[in-house]
């Protein structure tokens, strides 16, 4: 089944199915790294239903994004969401195994380069859709990072979200491909919890030297989400 939402009170709509990608925190939180400036190229590599390029063009309209999927049935959605909002040239998918990429962009394509990828390796879940969300059976973390440092121009920014217990895996390999790890964040439950995400991000050819903000804390110790999470929601203005 269908579904239509709003991102914020008469702002852009998304559309999720049921048997497809269904809208994750992880998602809203990415939304929140990139440092966005006007008329920037942006690539989603995975983009499911287009979900993470719409967060961004709420946050900033003048961004042109293309999203890579594999999902023909996702990119469906994803192209009908984007003439909802009168996005169709602004919000573009491309059904393709973004290990493709360089058959269809020339190097260095875009400013900046987002993803929220599989997070796991090993025995993957049954159900096309969800296998392809979270495990690595279809596209490793490197060549992912690796299309992301083809993409990117030099100096660009590559964003993403991962789990902490990957954390070492993603920084050697990031640094591998020229892609130098500058800011990372922690994602808390609540005040005091062990981090549950890390959200990264790394420049192409940036020069050593990884700043570590403080966590970004969802819930406050009464459950209620705190003032960064609604604004992140855009549920409440930025604190």
């Known amino acids: 089944m269908e579904h239509?939402?709003?991102?914020?009170?008469?702002?852009?709509?998304?559309?999720?199915?049921?048997?497809?990608?269904?809208?994750?925190?992880?998602?809203?939180?990415l939304s929140s790294v990139p440092r966005l400036k006007r008329n920037l190229r942006v690539?989603?590599?995975?983009?499911?239903?287009?979900?993470?390029?719409?967060?961004?063009?709420?946050?900033?309209?003048?961004?042109?994004?293309?999203?890579?999927?594999?999902?023909?049935a996702a990119v469906g959605l994803a192209e009908r969401c984007a003439a909802a909002n009168g996005l169709s040239g602004r919000l573009v998918s491309h059904c393709m195994d973004l290990r493709d990429a360089p058959k269809r962009f020339p190097a260095g394509s875009f400013d900046l380069v987002v993803t929220n990828p599989p997070y796991y390796a090993g025995v993957a879940p049954s159900g096309e859709a969800r296998r392809a969300a979270r495990h690595e059976s279809a596209c490793a973390l490197s060549e992912l990072v690796k299309t992301a440092a083809f993409l990117l121009r030099w100096g660009g920014a590559f964003c993403l979200v991962h789990k902490p217990e990957?954390?070492?895996?993603?920084?050697?390999?990031?640094r591998g491909f020229r892609c130098e790890p500058k800011r990372l964040r922690f994602v808390q439950e609540r005040p005091g919890a062990a981090p549950s995400l890390a959200l990264l991000e790394a420049r192409r050819g940036g020069n050593p030297g990884l700043s570590i903000d403080a966590p970004l804390v969802l819930r406050r110790p009464d459950g209620e989400p705190t003032p960064e999470l609604d604004a992140i929601y855009f549920r409440a203005p930025a604190p």
């Not at 590599?45 to 709420?58: E, F, I, K, V």
């Open 4 to 29: 239509w939402e709003e991102l914020a009170p008469g702002g852009l709509r998304f559309v999720w199915d049921d048997a497809l990608f269904r809208p994750g925190t992880d998602s809203f939180l």
């Open 166 to 174: 990957r954390l070492t895996d993603l920084l050697c390999i990031l």
């Open 43 to 72: 690539c989603d590599l995975g983009s499911g239903t287009g979900l993470l390029g719409l967060l961004l063009l709420q946050r900033e309209p003048s961004l042109t994004v293309a999203g890579l999927e594999q999902s023909p």
